[in-house]
């Protein structure tokens, strides 16, 4: 199974919603082309980001239909097939296969957990049902457990799995999991999902990011990529510190917390610069306000992404 | 809406199968009777101990059928509407309530996680979904967010939950929920979700239990209600001992831990006793063996729930 | 070792500071004084609610030598020996044996966390340095680790301890160290940490409690442990609702969270019956004020502890 | 307060112990020589590696005494004044001042925790008794609060703190810390505790780092913060991949857990590397014996830190 597609910055898409909670079709044509030609190297659908536990099953199947559509084979797409337990995910599997997309995105069991056993079992379980190139997430803040480095290079050697993308935010692990990946023969493409740490990541070695931030800015991301493949590491870091001081507009939020506040953000950001016509959210997250669009507004001026004059969208 | 039926023991149906892993109707059937015939005030299915979580959309409403058909009216019917995030669950509220069930049982939100705010807005939003009777079902093992007291007393005034069934482990706040209700003119149901300490909160004035050990000694958690209810709070205790004894058969499992070692544990001892006819798992979780299977047994027979000189089934 | 006398109700004494920080003594021996009046059957000093933690050594073994003389004889004192790790925790113990107390009261080992080899390793050489009677204190909320029913009672069977303190909240694992205990011919004195649920730990089996909030409503546990002894269930209950609303205090405290809540609103209501001549905290935790001074004052009067008419102290 | 001495590699000293548990001398002096020796540019007694929590007083004060003694003023010593509550703390500053060391080290206060107020008002409260540069230790692991950037850089503006020592895990937390400390005129000396992810954090500006590894290859972090100094990036993530493999040895202990594991590995490499004479643990924490060592040897040869042939030491 050929990876080599896999690499360099595949940003999962923050979907655009209209004020009543639908697919805004035009936003997000807007907003994958303006990824695709700043150079990002693919697109993760139906991820943390792009709202995937708050879709229903038809609303998940519109978006891979729609956005197959508009990628139309320019880059890479990943799908995440997210669902509590084994037989769940393959049955999403088998669905989001259907839509045409060139890989899949699945996490550890969640709800109903178990030990390392059953972890294991179930990323072999999925395999058995798909010919896709798989990718397992490492999410424990959503599903509370941690994948061990030793087993996804297993998994990796036994072509069960392809790459692994890494939101844990254990670089400890991470730095592992790249150095046993080495050591078995490159099985794995790694990607980070940093937005904030992605210099030292690459800097070890990974094969690539997965930043929701590169949905407001892509083409940092894109040169802070090809910065890496050129070994100019100073350049690398101070893209970076560019891009951690836009990633305060999460830490600015303060009507509310966890996701409505990080994607909250993203959504608020993509609606000033002009990117989605709203921020609205799904169920039963609520769409940011006053001072929180104002403070986002504030970071975005201060990295350059909105101009100083620009007013504030209501 | 009155919910004065949802009062007494009301287990967590577990779901017996197949070598095949599928639904196994002939145990299911005989299971279900037993429960009735024992004397349990109702019966809950597609809880965490139903495997809602390891269940296809079609093998949960497959499972919903077949249950309502069974029990046929003979005593109240629960079901878990157990998904991500709002739309998911009120998509399975809606579906659920097609097959004729008498009242949903819906977690917070989990996955991706809001705070306070978003948990008190996802029930409302799932209200104005359906008009059956709706309990919100506390589980922070599953959903990791512990379910305010506060909050569900006002979600009960304002007639958006009928009742909690609280398997947080959190007696403290299972005490303040108990006397918040009665303030408020007692409008929740109030059932624990304890096996072991069931005693304790009927002295506190619980309204009831949803233990899953019921399944395997249904006479037990009825007399024990039946004593509650006549004061006699010694027998209440003596049969509570009993029972706890009982729930060492989850503590002896060495072969895993979790969902495997709780839920397995009853699978197994329902197959020794012959109400089931394997102790089959689904995936990504394997059926107990060997030891544990024996260990299981050995705690059965001192409970005197199978004859001491009965073989070990294989 | 005989361990009868550690039975009943045994409060976590509360420690009044002057304005200074510094011990109160007058407001000590009135406190000790009513608790011991009201019929409680031995007292705990040095325990989380007694500010352990705060306490420089000096400070710890002046509370100790006041303790010891105010109480005189008339009912057996604890004392905490709480510190980080074994060979620290032996210090304290030897320091606190010269001070003349009846029982000693260790936690496991905290801040480097090992496994369950080392926490039973490190009572058993606690045990290598001291004749006293000593307790297993499992307070996870403060060391991090749950102690397991299982060694425990091993523990006592092996003389080691000689009794446990379980604040742990997991009322399921304390019905199983009950249990357990039973079966090992009751080595163990069991007192429950509960403030709010102890009417289900007297039901299960419990030999007494260590509630903090009978620094306020001494007379109130003292009844209810006289109830239990009777068998009086439905009375047991009932004071157990009363004393359960009197810990709403600690509810409604706004201005802080953790143990300047809860200590904190326990020292404003001592200060506000006049038990105590200050709320005063010991460093860095401030005294409540305000609407917090208020909301607990309400409780008060409420519960019946303070006349509907009394003035605030300020 | 001049804080430039506190800059580059700052090893916490593992301590050695004779087979009877105290303080081996020898062994201290030599592994101390070896480090400065090697080229570190500071070291820190009683951090957590340095088994502050195991350490009775009297034995802690020991430590210092020799420590600054052998140092002798050829690097700039730091002491670790780790205990649960505020004025414990200061009685541990006190004492350590006493002994002629150049900063203090403090953790948040643990064991009775409060909220973010308790924290800021913990330093403020050491910095009245002490006139010495004094770092923040930011170790949720052990202390189970996760130190806040934003009131970091201000405790740093206020001069109430000079450094802080990272061992939080949390890279993104770190970076948005260097970023805010550059914006303030950076008062503050940032130090990542990390062993395997140091590249990263030099990256991204970190002013040194204080890596337990240290003691066992502290010549290959040396080179490494001059490669850093340098701007030669591709060396120092090279030096970083080899340290990060001999980092694998605490991977591989089977026996135990936490600490055991953690310092236990380090002292048996130290140990088998001739630099300690003995691999002792203080209670409850057992040295490690058979394939542990035998595991850890390995590692040890794998990384050049052994001689291919060298035997097993006994």
Do not use: A, S, V
């Given at each position: 199974m050929d990876t080599s597609q896999f690499r360099g910055v595949i940003p999962p898409v923050v979907i655009p919603l209209s004020?009543?909670?639908?697919?805004?079709l035009e936003a997000f044509d807007r907003s994958i082309n303006r990824m695709i030609e700043a150079g990002v190297d693919g697109l993760f659908f139906l991820g943390s980001s792009g709202e995937v536990a708050f879709l229903t099953d038809a609303q998940r199947y519109h978006v891979l239909q729609e956005a197959v559509a508009i990628v139309n084979g320019r880059v890479p797409v990943l799908a995440g097939i997210i669902d509590m337990e084994t037989m769940r995910v393959v049955d999403q599997a088998k669905r989001a296969t259907g839509f045409g997309v060139d890989g899949l995105v699945a996490t550890a069991p969640f709800y109903a957990l178990g030990g390392p056993k059953e972890v294991e079992r179930h990323f072999r379980a999925i395999r058995e049902y798909t010919d896709l190139p798989l990718f397992a997430y490492d999410l424990p803040v959503c599903v509370h457990t941690k994948l061990d480095p030793t087993m996804l290079v297993r998994l990796g050697k036994d072509g069960v799995i392809q790459g692994v993308k890494d939101s844990s935010g254990d670089d400890v692990a991470f730095r592992w999991l790249i150095l046993e990946n080495e050591d078995a023969g490159h099985p794995l493409q790694l990607l980070t999902g940093h937005e904030v740490c992605v210099d030292g990541a690459y800097l070890a070695g990974a094969d690539g990011s997965v930043p929701g931030l590169a949905n407001i800015d892509p083409a940092s991301y894109a040169e802070q990529w090809k910065a890496a493949q050129a070994g100019d590491w100073e350049r690398v870091k101070e893209i970076q510190d560019h891009l951690a001081r836009l990633m305060f507009m999460t830490r600015r939020v303060k009507a509310t917390v966890g996701f409505g506040a990080g994607v909250g953000a993203f959504k608020t950001a993509l609606w000033q610069m002009g990117v989605f016509n709203t921020n609205q959210m799904r169920e039963p997250v609520q769409p940011l306000v006053g001072e929180d669009v104002e403070a986002i507004v504030d970071v975005l001026k201060a990295g350059g992404l909105?101009?100083?004059?620009a007013p504030i969208r209501k």
């Open positions: 004020e009543k909670k639908t697919l805004d909105m101009d100083p004059d």
